[in-house]
């Protein structure tokens, strides 16, 4: 996806039904916007980084979050499916020259990586330092670097957390070295934890069988790039993040991220009796049908979650990058949460009573 147009974006999103009112949105933004040299932006990886879809990847939801938090900001892309960093070299280096000869700049560019074995480490370091850093340096633009790292899975190990520090640190040390002064991290995985033992939240996170990233993820991830470059400083972010979603979005089958529910089956284990066509669903992740198409336990709406647990995705997305938001969450007791687990669900206005 490339050349996001802000405009465009939110007058279709909004337009589509897709969240609360547009002036809703930028009311409950009010007071979050402060400097930042965050305008327009590069992001390089793989479907981590266009899906999800439904929001125009990681850079339309991190655009629409920024648009809401005040900040006119652009987005462009280059990805590819399966590929990492070392993979993309040659069609960014392409496609930098090519926006060059344009008179486009960017400011900031978001480098997607992952946990990687030391394998994948030892080369992943050695294309940062040899290819994207010289790249990166000879621009008039000086761009800062986000190092934007994703989940591995969704039954990580107990050691997970810190294997993602030890790889993300590895990265930044070698860019560092190599002569770039600015590099931001932005620790999706991280924020993923933070959420594992939440029943309820968890599970929506996952957009397939792929492990890929449900719109519910878009935004929290959206959320952990915004609190990284320093967007907004976290007042009110929960109720933003709720209104930037839709009203349901697809989720990987039941027992895919959690335990199946009552009633439901265990795709992966009993699936072979399902009808083909509602099987099909999952075999092609790339491709999207309309929400209605999928069964429940393959979609999750808004209403399924707990009240106000935009407060929940806001606390995970700051928990990682240590940013206090104790002051601008509300309290236990106040209809917030003090931790990342879901209290028992409350009514809400659209819900039958």
Not at 43 to 68: M, W
Not at 101 to 121: C, I, M, Y
């Given at each position: ?32 916007s402060?400097?930042t ?5 590069v992001?390089?990886?793989n479907?981590?980084?266009?899906q ?7 850079p ?25 960093l ?11 020259q090519?926006r ?92 993923f ?58 989720t ?6 959690g ?5 439901q ?13 509602v ?8 491709e ?11 979609r ?5 979650l ?6 929940v ?35 809400r ?5």
């Amino acid at each position: 996806m490339k050349d996001i147009e802000l405009a465009c974006f939110l007058q279709h999103f909004f337009e589509a039904g897709m969240g609360t009112d547009i002036g809703d949105v930028h009311a409950a933004a009010s007071g979050t916007s402060i400097p930042t040299r965050c305008g327009s932006l590069v992001f390089v990886g793989n479907s981590h980084t266009y899906q999800p879809k439904e929001l125009g990847g990681v850079p339309g939801a991190f655009a629409r979050l920024a648009a809401s938090c005040g900040h006119s900001v652009s987005a462009e892309s280059v990805t590819q499916g399966g590929a990492n960093l070392s993979d993309l070299w040659e069609e960014f280096e392409s496609y930098m020259q090519r926006r060059g000869t344009e008179g486009v700049a960017f400011d900031t560019v978001v480098l997607q990586v992952g946990k990687g074995s030391a394998e994948e480490r030892f080369i992943i370091g050695e294309v940062l330092r040899h290819r994207y850093c010289p790249l990166l340096l000879s621009l008039a633009s000086n761009p800062q670097v986000v190092l934007y790292q994703t989940w591995s899975t969704a039954w990580p190990e107990p050691t997970e957390g810190e294997e993602l520090t030890a790889t993300l640190e590895e990265y930044r040390s070698v860019m560092l070295a190599a002569g770039m002064t600015e590099v931001v991290l932005a620790r999706a995985g991280h924020a993923f934890l933070h959420l594992k033992a939440d029943n309820r939240i968890y599970p929506a996170l996952w957009k397939d069988d792929m492990g890929h990233g449900s719109a519910l993820a878009g935004v929290l991830v959206a959320a952990v790039l915004a609190l990284a470059l320093k967007l907004t400083k976290g007042e009110r972010l929960g109720r933003i993040l709720e209104a930037l979603l839709p009203s349901a979005w697809r989720t990987a089958s039941p027992g895919f991220a959690g335990a199946a529910e009552f009633g439901q089956k265990a795709w992966r284990e009993d699936g072979k009796g399902a009808p083909a066509a509602v099987m099909n669903l999952l075999n092609d992740p790339e491709e999207d049908l309309p929400i209605s198409k999928y069964p429940p336990g393959m979609r999750t709406e808004r209403r399924d979650l707990p009240f106000e647990f935009g407060d929940v995705l806001a606390a995970a997305a700051a928990g990682p990058l240590e940013i206090s938001m104790a002051a601008d969450l509300p309290r236990a007791g106040q209809g917030g949460y003090a931790a990342a687990t879901s209290p028992a669900p409350k009514a809400r206005r659209w819900q039958k009573r």
